[in-house]
């Protein structure tokens, strides 16, 4: 049974950091590219950054980079986004996805249409 369970979300004020963890059980991780997507009230969800298998590609959304960094863990089955300087518009449902089998993150792995698991998510609300 895949099991993919995201934690470390909750309130920070606006400068502060959160370092989002995300376990995955039930597919061999280390297959998939990974990824973080996050959707606020009210707003479409958008992609954050994804993660070759290897862990040695990644890419992170124009807006984001400098301040958010995913990386991940293979031996430990786990995916992080360490989240910088975050501003209250970061506020949002941080979500963890897994695509594969797959080497790399597809060029079009901002929509998110190619991921086969997905979490329930964990909230992050920043304060200003």
């Known amino acids: 049974q895949v099991q993919v369970v995201e934690s470390g979300g909750g309130l920070v004020q606006a400068g502060g950091s959160l370092r989002l963890s995300c376990t995955a059980t039930?597919?061999?991780?280390?297959?998939?590219?990974m990824a973080w997507f996050r959707q606020a009230p009210g707003k479409e969800r958008e992609g954050v950054s994804c993660?070759?298998?290897?862990?040695?590609?990644?890419s992170s959304v124009d807006s984001l980079k400098g301040r958010f960094t995913i990386s991940r863990d293979n031996a430990k089955n786990t995916l992080y986004l360490q989240m910088n300087s975050l501003k209250p518009e970061d506020t949002a449902m941080y979500y963890c996805?897994?695509?594969?089998?797959?080497?790399?993150?597809?060029?079009?792995?901002?929509?998110?249409?190619?991921?086969?698991?997905w979490g329930q998510g964990t909230q992050v609300t920043v304060s200003s």
């Open positions: 993660i070759s298998r290897s862990g040695i590609y990644a």
């Open positions: 996805a897994a695509d594969g089998p797959q080497f790399m993150c597809s060029a079009s792995w901002v929509r998110g249409t190619t991921f086969n698991y």
């Open positions: 039930g597919f061999t991780f280390g297959d998939y590219a």
